[in-house]
């Protein structure tokens, strides 16, 4: 097993699934539900495997799986693994069997073409955090804008249509910036090195040894062109709006894929490109993005309070929790870094948990709107218990997932050359509003008096439970011991740490 190409693996059979999806009778939707679940597990077993095999001890790109692809222009298939994407790669792999275990319930028509966009969003995805040459990387990286806007546009709400079309052209329309960038960046590498490459390997090393030198202006533009298509993704305010229509409209199991994953792609790009081959830029533009993500972490507790629907708060705190891991990866040292990786694993784990909790009311009651719910505790105390530790965890309550990634930013933050006190002082302030809105919510929705309306309320199924519960106890097990996600980063993040130093001294 060993010797087997394990990422190449993972990352092509969600696809192969996804055509033979195709081939199947379109009338037979439960069948359609299997097949795609037996390739949605089997490639999270091998992404398991693989990170299983992954060296903690060693910092560069393992498990690499490469061939000349466009030999005339230096770009190659390469795909690899190292403590930057190995948490990234697993998200991916776990959320969609998830996501496809939920959609049961919502979607009845055209199953099969459903399951086929989730495990095409999936190859995407993975492709992303796997791809080790940049424009490889870019590809992958505009593919996971198609099933996207497919699934939203076709199996959405009531505005799926708008909400669809402003995702994709807002999307699409900042990566071509990365795409420019790219471009840039590729060409003066070969002008100056006298070799043609997309390797970010490659790219990395040079710049570490100043064997590539961009002067202060080029770099910025590079960066700038970077920074668009990133920020849009993930998102920072202003550059969010897309992305509480996107949730509202989407279908529930939908949500957690967009959110889970389409958001990381945009932090793993900023750390991948901007800080490790960017540095001096990223230094200079840190003080400015830094202001714009303590403005994203207020606002988007701001606006979170003030929404009725679930989804849309979910969708606002997700742009405040996106704030914080933008101030970790601009505090560009090890401990910022290392925060800003475990808040996204946090709030893909525990906001796609109260997804879980949205959909199974949505499934029951019909509605989103907390004004119309109330007391659902009592009818449904497993829900309720399950969607409460789902919350502490999205506030960061010690002992639970997301306070290891909030503190872990707040210290990184703090000792960072790049940014400093003043930057945590006032996001904290964010972390009060966090548990002001969410409890809100959480109160609107489980406590007081059960309306009438809610009395045919039931609990969770066993499906449900057990769906719901592997990311609530995700949340829990790795909050009490946070190492084992912090372990397998450290010797990556310190060679990133000593490669942005080097780079800084050439300076």
Do not use: C
């Not at 708060?313 to 401990?335: C, K, P, Q, R, W």
Request: without cysteine.
């Amino acid at each position: 097993m060993i010797g087997l190409p394990l990422i190449s693996l993972a990352l092509w059979l969600p696809l192969v699934g996804a055509l033979a999806l195709l081939f199947l009778p379109k009338e037979q939707p439960q069948l359609a539900r299997t097949v795609a679940l037996v390739f949605g597990f089997v490639t999270l077993v091998i992404a398991v495997v693989a990170a299983a095999l992954f060296d903690r001890s060693a910092p560069g790109f393992q498990m690499i799986d490469a061939f000349d692809w466009i030999p005339g222009l230096g770009i190659r298939y390469a795909v690899s693994l190292d403590g930057v994407s190995i948490w990234f790669f697993l998200l991916a792999a776990l959320l969609t069997p998830v996501a496809q275990l939920a959609s049961g319930a919502f979607i009845q028509r055209d199953v099969r073409g459903f399951q086929a966009l989730l495990l095409a969003l999936e190859f995407s995805v993975l492709g992303t955090f796997v791809a080790q040459d940049m424009f490889l990387f870019y590809i992958f990286f505009e593919l996971t804008l198609v099933p996207t806007a497919l699934l939203i546009g076709r199996w959405g709400g009531e505005q799926r249509v708008k909400a669809a079309t402003q995702f994709f052209l807002y999307n699409f329309g900042a990566s071509l910036f990365m795409l420019v960038a790219m471009i840039g960046l590729y060409l003066t590498h070969a002008a100056q090195t006298g070799l043609a490459t997309g390797d970010i390997a490659v790219l990395i090393d040079s710049v570490a040894t100043g064997k590539l030198s961009l002067d202060t202006t080029m770099a910025r533009l590079l960066f700038g062109g970077f920074f668009i298509a990133f920020a849009v993704k993930m998102p920072l305010w202003p550059f969010h709006t897309w992305l509480p229509l996107a949730h509202a409209e989407a279908t529930d199991d939908g949500s957690i894929d967009i959110l889970g994953l389409l958001q990381k792609t945009g932090g793993y790009g900023l750390i991948r490109f901007a800080v490790q081959l960017l540095p001096a830029a990223t230094a200079w533009a840190a003080p400015a993005v830094g202001v714009l993500a303590v403005i994203s972490i207020l606002y988007g507790a701001v606006a979170a309070y003030a929404q009725r629907d679930i989804k849309r708060v979910l969708a606002y705190s997700t742009v405040s929790h996106m704030g914080f891991a933008m101030l970790g990866i601009f505090a560009m040292n090890a401990l910022g870094i290392t925060g800003a990786i475990t808040m996204m694993l946090a709030s893909g784990l525990a906001t796609g948990a109260l997804f879980l909790v949205s959909a199974a009311i949505v499934a029951r009651r019909g509605t989103r709107d907390v004004k119309q719910l109330g007391g659902l505790w009592l009818p449904a105390p497993i829900l309720g218990g399950l969607a409460l530790t789902a919350v502490f965890g999205s506030i960061g309550l010690p002992g639970l997932m997301g306070f290891a990634g909030e503190f872990t930013v707040m210290q990184g933050t703090w000792t960072s050359s790049a940014l400093g006190p003043a930057y945590i002082i006032v996001g904290v302030i964010g972390v009060i509003l966090a548990a002001a809105y969410l409890l809100t919510m959480f109160r609107r929705v489980f406590m007081g008096e059960l309306r009438p309306a809610n009395e045919g309320f039931t609990d969770l199924t066993g499906r449900e439970i057990a769906l719901l519960g592997a990311l609530v106890a995700l949340v829990v097990i790795i909050g009490i011991y946070p190492n084992m996600v912090f372990a397998p980063m450290q010797a990556t993040l310190q060679q990133i740490a000593s490669g942005v130093s080097q780079a800084l001294a050439l300076k």
